[in-house]
């Protein structure tokens, strides 16, 4: 939890990234006692890195933060009910972190340009904006409610590649986002659908010292460092995470034709997306 923490706070990627593969497979706790754990545990280490990130003025972009927020409220809800039920973790898990690895990719690969024009905020933010962060936070909200994680990484994804937001200031944005998606889910679990379990409850007490400390040493480190240095790290991460995916799941057959499909499409998409020029003119009215 201590690498987990200090990932949450430095990274578009929460804990549960880390403890998700660790715990269900490695230690074998089952899916739905990590992922009650993930919320917990994230309600306390992401909130002390956005009190440390408000604290500190680091830069985030408030338009990202609210729509993408509220769309991933309705996705949360929607997801524990109706999709947590009908999906496997494990192939859910592959496709991903296949997904993350050809964003992380195409990523590294924008930032080997010698010139990247890169922005502090959407430019003429507009009514379009609103719908398409509300319907990432939608999906990344029904993302969330099957790992404890995911709005974050995955909006990320789209504010970088498409509104070629920095990410010094993208990944602290949703470091506020996943604060406020991970608390909201910790009320499901715990106040409404009442399914926190007494092993997750006894984790949590025992990992709160840990995060508590590291996810916001997370931000304070990330805030220092360069705009590459910081997107770099993250390609790292989303690396590992795959190579650890691929050396605990260990996928054969179709799940891993399935992973490669969802690796090579995500690069086609990713790489197309990053080329699309937004539109941004008088018929699309700023707000």
Known sequence: MIGGAFIAGSSPEGSAAVA?????????????VTRNFAFAIQSIGMTCASVLILNKSIKVEWNYIKFVTLGGLFGMVFGTFYVVPLISPPVAKLFFVSLWLSFGIVLWNENRKNKRDMFDAIRNFGRSDIVRLIILGLIGGMISSIFGTGINIFSFC???????INE????????????IETIFGFFIHAGVVKDFQKQAFEMWLICIPFVAVFAPLGSYV??????????????????????????VLK???????????????????????????RRTELSQQPL
């Open 168 to 179: 010094k200031v993208a990944i602290p944005s949703s470091v506020i986002i996943m604060t």
């Open 20 to 32: 998700y593969p660790v715990f269900t497979l490695f230690l074998k706790i089952a899916p739905g």
């Open 222 to 247: 990330i805030s220092k460092v360069s705009r590459k240095a910081a997107a770099n790290f993250l390609s790292i991460i989303l690396v590992v995470q795959f190579i650890g995916a691929m050396y």
């Open 251 to 277: 996928p054969v057959g179709w799940h891993l034709a399935m992973s490669l499909i969802v690796l090579a499409s995500g690069l086609v998409i990713f790489a197309l997306v990053s080329k699309i020029p």
């Open 158 to 164: 789209f504010m970088t590649i498409y509104y070629r």
